[in-house]
């Protein structure tokens, strides 16, 4: 495993649905749309500091009028982009199940125009506070989290959704990062909607997602933004990884979210184990960070290898599963060695990195193993959650869940994975109290899988 010294930084449907093109242009039209809630009950664990959604609270939905009513960015939205050389993934969808991009986007355009601008109550995860800002809202829990931002920020750059980006971004800067003290610059994790409350702590993954969003919002956006994308993302990557040094070592217990002698992420903010959750390491993310932070881009992507070398190591050689946790050396954590149902987002991470900066044979071999297991289970019947050695934890399977699968068989050739890819193909967009994990993930998803998930 590479090691870099620790250095000062100088410095991711109501009744209606839209017409997105690859520009992000959105025309909202009347149509009804099928949708369910078809998430069970309880979709995750949240520890105490941990940043992910929790599914266990009541549904405290925000009270917000049909933003598709009088609001521009509903009504019609185009967005100005920055012209760069692209490089084409392939629509994995056209290929394997002869779905053609056309019909692609007309279910993420469905799927957005629902969670973004669907009926409030039911349908809806982004609430446009009408004053140039707005945020995701972790419906089961009735907050905002940094995790549901990240989600709608990588999101809405990815389907070149400036507007609503800008909104999102500029509540998760007005609100959720920390004005002064120790946490100055960072991002707290949680939030109440009104952004008066927030727990201070600031977890490492989602302001790992942020940032990178902001680098690529810069190179789609640049000057035609309403933020300064490029500094943001620059200010937040040095508030990550040089907080210690700017405050003169740890203060109030506020420590950098990555450990930069190890290269590794840490949990959060004031976590000092050398140990990471396994679905944190987002090498595709690194790499994003060396092509925009040149000064220190090798430390970047020595990040990038050391992730890569843990990821290459830890599944289980029997069921595939990733253990929840796992140390610097890359062993499971005792009791956090479940594969939990946020582990699973590390079917997105590999898929993502697999595309950009791969082929990786070790990520394919990897994904092969547990969708055999999964397989083995039966395509209907695998859980979300099991032990590390193949016995479940929970009854049931999400809409997220299954997205993340999907992706894994994505990324191997072998079309004995393409029902995973058929299933997800057939589930209609999520409504109800679990509308927001379920439906951010389905839409990336759907986005990696037709080759429109890219790194610039």
């Not at 940043?51 to 009270?63: H, K, L, R």
């Not at 902001?214 to 937040?236: K, N």
């Not at 993502?352 to 082929?359: E, I, K, R, S, V």
């Amino acid at each position: 495993m590479k090691a870099h010294t620790h250095i000062c930084a100088a410095l991711l449907l109501g009744g209606c649905s839209s017409s997105i093109d690859v520009l992000g242009t959105l025309q909202v039209t009347t149509q009804a749309t099928e949708t369910t809630d078809s998430s069970p009950e309880t979709t995750e664990e949240l520890p105490a500091t941990d940043s992910t959604d929790s599914d266990t609270s009541p549904d405290t939905s925000a009270e917000t009028d049909d933003p598709t009513d009088g609001d521009d960015s509903a009504a019609e939205t185009t967005d100005q982009t920055t012209e760069t050389e692209e490089t084409s993934y392939p629509n994995l969808l056209e290929e394997r199940q002869q779905i053609p991009l056309s019909q692609v986007n007309a279910q993420l355009n469905d799927a957005f125009s629902q969670l973004f601008f669907g009926d409030p109550n039911t349908q809806a995860v982004f609430v446009d506070l009408g004053d140039g800002s707005g945020y995701i809202e972790d419906i089961a829990n009735g907050d905002v989290r940094t995790d549901s931002m990240a989600y709608g920020l990588l999101t809405t750059v990815q389907l070149n959704q400036r507007e609503v980006f800008d909104k999102l971004w500029a509540w998760a800067k007005q609100y959720m990062m920390s004005p002064s003290g120790a946490s100055q610059g960072l991002l707290r994790w949680r939030c109440d909607t009104t952004g008066t409350e927030c727990e201070p702590v600031a977890a490492t993954d989602a302001q790992t997602i942020i940032a990178t969003t902001l680098f690529i919002a810069e190179t789609r956006w640049a000057e035609a933004g309403a933020h300064d994308y490029q500094s943001d993302a620059l200010d937040l990557l040095d508030a990550m990884t040089a907080i210690e040094e700017r405050n003169g070592g740890v203060v109030d217990g506020v420590v950098n979210c990555f450990d930069m002698d190890a290269l590794l992420p840490r949990e959060d903010s004031v976590t000092t184990d050398a140990v990471t959750p396994v679905d944190y390491l987002t090498p595709a993310f690194y790499e994003i960070w060396a092509a925009h932070d040149p000064e220190r881009a090798d430390v970047w992507r020595d990040m990038a290898d050391n992730a890569r070398d843990l990821l290459s190591k830890i599944s289980d050689p029997t069921t595939g599963l990733y253990p929840e946790f796992i140390t610097y050396e890359g062993e499971p954590v005792a009791d956090l060695n479940n594969y939990s149902v946020t582990t699973a987002r590390t079917l997105l991470n590999l898929a993502l990195d697999h595309m950009w900066n791969g082929p990786h044979d070790w990520a394919v071999e990897q994904n092969e193993r547990i969708l055999n297991f999964f397989l083995s289970k039966g395509l209907n019947a695998y859980v979300a959650s099991y032990t590390i050695d193949g016995q479940p934890l929970l009854t049931y399977n999400t809409l997220a869940h299954q997205s993340l699968v999907a992706l894994a068989a994505g990324t191997s050739p072998n079309r004995k994975y393409d029902p995973f890819l058929e299933a997800l193909l057939k589930q209609p967009i999520p409504t109800g109290q679990y509308r927001y994990y379920d439906g951010m993930i389905y839409m990336l998803s759907m986005m990696a899988l037709s080759g429109q998930m890219k790194p610039e």
